[in-house]
């Protein structure tokens, strides 16, 4: 299903666009589902212990309406020419994440970004904590995103090798000092997208969710997909980039990786 450019793509980008993968009937479902919920369910599951403050959509985190959108369309058969066939980890839960405007007059900020599983003592993890739970980031937008500043999905280009490279040379061990600032290959790129477009990324790359500086709810659902040896791998993945995606490493027929 990926062509060989596609894979080299996300080789050399950390991330790639894959349009038109999940079924309209799929998106409209996951749509409503979630409006319905943001108009009568509301905030919900806060964990004030873990720092954790409410969020929209919780009681869909594990709902087959949602879970489908991966499940009943070609995503996990993507995941797998990556990962490999029979190495991804069943799903158990994926998250809508509704990004709302900004208020009327307010201008969009520039983007701010992080890599995911570092503590920061509001996040759910302690400082000092850092950690790596997934392989791969797989979203799906349910509605059309065709300007930047809409919520969009926001990745830097590259800058998981950037980042692969100063662990080789530092040691990933300084993530338990935070995430380091370090110059980034390229600026922050804003994916639009149509709705049931798949966006992927390496678990690596610096990311965020974009401003949304639009008339309308930036409305996408992510979910983490894991290799069946993330657990074992764990922190190693951070300087061996690609220990978990033969697919990649085929594609880069013996190319340094």
Do not use: C
């Given at each position: 299903m990926l062509s060989l450019a596609q894979k080299r793509q996300f080789y050399e980008e950390g991330f790639l666009k894959v349009p038109g993968v999940v079924p309209k009937v799929l998106v409209d479902e996951a749509l409503r589902a979630v409006n319905h919920s943001i108009g009568?369910?509301?905030?919900?599951?806060?964990?004030?212990?873990?720092?954790?403050s409410a969020f929209f959509c919780a009681e869909l985190l594990k709902a087959p309406v949602i879970l489908d959108l991966f499940q009943k369309s070609p995503v996990i058969e993507i995941a797998e020419e990556l990962m490999g066939e029979g190495n991804v980890m069943p799903l158990l839960n994926a998250k809508p994440y509704?990004?709302?405007?900004?208020?009327?007059?307010?201008?969009?900020?520039?983007?701010?970004?992080?890599?995911?599983?570092?503590?920061?003592?509001?996040?759910?993890?302690?400082k000092g904590y850092y950690g790596r739970g997934f392989t791969m980031f797989a979203v799906v937008y349910l509605v059309d995103l065709l300007e930047p500043?809409?919520?969009?999905?926001?990745?830097?280009?590259?800058?998981?090798?950037?980042?692969?490279?100063?662990?080789?040379?530092?040691?990933?061990?300084?993530?338990?000092?935070?995430r380091p600032d370090i110059?980034?290959?390229?600026?922050?790129?804003?994916?639009?997208?149509?709705?049931?477009?798949?966006?992927?990324?390496?678990?690596?790359?610096?990311?965020?969710?974009?401003?949304?500086?639009?008339?309308?709810?930036?409305?996408?659902v992510i979910t983490r997909l894991r290799h069946k040896e993330t657990e074992h791998v764990g922190k190693s993945a951070f300087t061996d980039i690609w220990r978990e995606w033969?697919?990649?490493?085929e594609a880069m027929n013996g190319e340094a990786v």
């Open positions: 009568s369910v509301g905030l919900g599951g806060e964990d004030m212990d873990n720092h954790r509704p990004r709302f405007p900004l208020p009327l007059g307010e201008d969009a900020p520039e983007p701010r970004g992080h890599i995911d599983g570092i503590g920061s003592g509001t996040n759910g993890m302690p500043n809409s919520g969009n999905f926001t990745v830097w280009p590259k800058s998981h090798r950037a980042f692969q490279k100063y662990f080789e040379e530092n040691g990933h061990e300084v993530l338990a000092n935070g110059p980034l290959p390229e600026g922050p790129q804003m994916v639009t997208a149509e709705a049931g477009d798949l966006i992927i990324a390496h678990h690596l790359i610096f990311h965020t969710g974009g401003p949304n500086s639009s008339p309308n709810v930036r409305q996408a033969p697919g990649i490493r």
